[in-house]
């Protein structure tokens, strides 16, 4: 299905032809370069279970809670619940930019569709899948001909479609999560920014080169160009000067982790309790 074509859209410059060659044959190659699982493995969750039974929001935060106890001797439950939040939207977050910054590919981020596990002992996510085969893209993508691929105009337009699938994820997050914690819907759709504007730098710095981490910066300056209500802000991504005196880049952050309240532990220096705006 196509809503436009555009001569000008162009193939993301890190595939090889081959890689291009082998993605014509859909989404689950894109899926294996990036270990993105396509199955839901014994002891895994789908993101749809979380949000229809809460009490496993509560199962998580528990165990988070003892590691948290084990580790720093004090466990707050504001902390855990932010924890717990930030962990759970780097999932839709994660998978939507490493697919668009590698592949200039959106697949489906609906949480039927995503699945995670966590780790054996700090209980954070270590693998993700998606499950389906769905994909946006752009008209040079050799795949846009598959039965599942909805062809997009241009990057603008693909950079729209992430941000309404992981919009539309994090709403739904935002309702189950909600009542069965202290945080305020404010403090949830901040740290929803934070997951989808810090995932699109992630995967860039992922790279290891300066050139990598700067395309990582424009697709958040492509994602998130101004401020999307009910998001909190457009990327806060910019150029700062370290103690070394080289440039870097930095962001803020528009929600709090409450690390502040373990013991010893003070405020980030991207809080934005502290940082100024």
């Known amino acids: 299905m196509k809503a436009g074509q555009n001569r000008e859209d162009r193939v993301n410059p890190q595939r090889s032809r081959d890689d291009a060659r082998e993605i014509a044959d859909g989404l689950e190659s894109s899926l294996l370069r990036h270990e993105l699982r396509r199955d839901v493995p014994e002891g895994w969750s789908r993101c749809a279970d979380l949000l229809e039974q809460p009490a496993l929001f509560v199962e998580w935060r528990s165990r988070l809670t ?3 106890l084990d580790q720093h001797g004090a466990a707050p439950a504001r902390t855990a619940a932010s924890y717990v939040m930030s962990w759970y939207l780097h999932v839709p977050a994660y998978v939507g930019a490493l697919l668009l910054h590698h592949e200039r590919r959106v697949p489906s981020l609906k949480p039927e569709q995503l699945a995670f596990g966590l780790g054996p002992d700090r209980p954070h996510p270590e693998g993700m899948a998606v499950l389906s085969d769905t994909f946006y ?6 795949g846009s001909p598959r039965p599942e691929a909805t062809v997009v105009r241009d990057e603008r337009a693909l950079a729209a479609v992430l941000r309404a699938q992981f919009v539309g994820h994090a709403a739904r997050f935002v309702r189950a999560y909600a009542p069965g914690t202290r945080l305020g819907r404010r403090v949830l759709w901040a740290a929803a920014t934070d997951a989808l504007d810090g995932a699109l730098w992630r995967v ?12 990582g910066v424009a697709d958040a300056a492509l994602v998130l160009d101004v401020q999307y209500r009910p998001l909190t802000s457009a990327s806060t991504l910019r150029m ?3 103690d070394d005196g080289r440039r870097v880049w930095e962001r803020r952050r528009e929600s709090c982790c409450f690390s502040y309240l373990l013991p010893g532990e003070a405020e980030c220096e991207s809080c934005p309790r502290v940082c100024r705006r």
């Open 204 to 215: 860039g710095r992922q790279g290891g080169t300066a050139e990598a981490e700067g395309a």
């Open 137 to 142: 893209c752009l008209p040079t993508d050799p």
């Open 66 to 68: 003892d590691w948290l």
């Open 240 to 242: 700062a000067i370290n």
